[in-house]
């Protein structure tokens, strides 16, 4: 039998009273999501080879699991009329698991309830399979719906994971570059985008000089 009380399940008093820094961090998450998400309909509208709006109306309610999907069965037509290998598809293979694991991150944030826990900030996970080595050999993994699993939040992880989704989203733009150095026949060009973001690299905290340097000055 499983005693689940080996997990030591913690009362989570969701609240909504959350400081600035999470909101913000939640915002560009959100926002460079749906840049990534662009960047898959970008994608899609290479390899079909179509014009900007009807390719935007025909991806309009898809997902990013169906626009992955969508993605490569088009490149699987394009490998039947020998345009493209199969070693794109395997590229984009590869894509698709960065972009999952991109997302439950993402939906963790945009979708987790947030509560504080001796003085630190969490977040309630409440989707897909927890690890459970506390009952190995009652049951490997257990679902969050039976037991939700908190996640302790920073601002330095929140910039960490807007990093990752920008990372995923250049390799989608970069594969497009390459499809469209492939694709040599492609009559629609490509929409020219400054793609500006936002730098969520760590700041380099400045060095205290000692006292001897200070005294040392002119």
């Not at 913690?10 to 600035?20: E, G, K, N, Y």
């Not at 459970?132 to 330095?156: D, F, G, K, N, Y």
Request: net charge positive; aromatic share 6%; charged share 30%.
């Amino acid at each position: 039998m499983v005693d689940i009380r080996k997990l030591q399940p913690a009362w989570f008093d969701h609240r909504t009273d959350i400081p600035q820094w999470i909101c913000s961090g939640i915002a560009y998450v959100v926002a460079e999501w749906a840049v990534l998400e662009r960047e898959l309909e970008e994608l899609i509208r290479i390899l079909m080879d179509g014009e900007i709006q009807q390719v935007r109306i025909l991806v309009n309610n898809m997902n990013v699991r169906t626009r992955v999907q969508t993605a490569a069965n088009l490149i699987q037509a394009l490998m039947v009329l020998k345009k493209l290998k199969r070693r794109d598809r395997t590229r984009l293979n590869n894509l698709g698991k960065k972009i999952e694991t991109a997302q439950n991150k993402r939906d963790m944030l945009a979708h987790g309830l947030w509560s504080k826990h001796e003085g630190k900030w969490h977040v309630l996970r409440l989707r897909q399979s927890r690890p459970t080595p506390q009952l190995r050999r009652s049951i490997e993994q257990l679902s969050r719906a039976v037991l939700p699993q908190r996640e302790l939040i920073t601002p330095e992880k929140l910039n960490s994971i807007a990093r990752e989704i920008v990372s995923v989203a250049k390799r989608i733009e970069v594969f497009c570059r390459y499809l469209l150095r492939s694709l040599t026949s492609l009559r629609n060009p490509p929409p020219q985008y400054t793609r500006r973001r936002r730098d969520y690299r760590p700041r380099r905290r400045k060095k205290a000089r000692s006292r001897r340097a200070r005294s040392l000055r002119p």
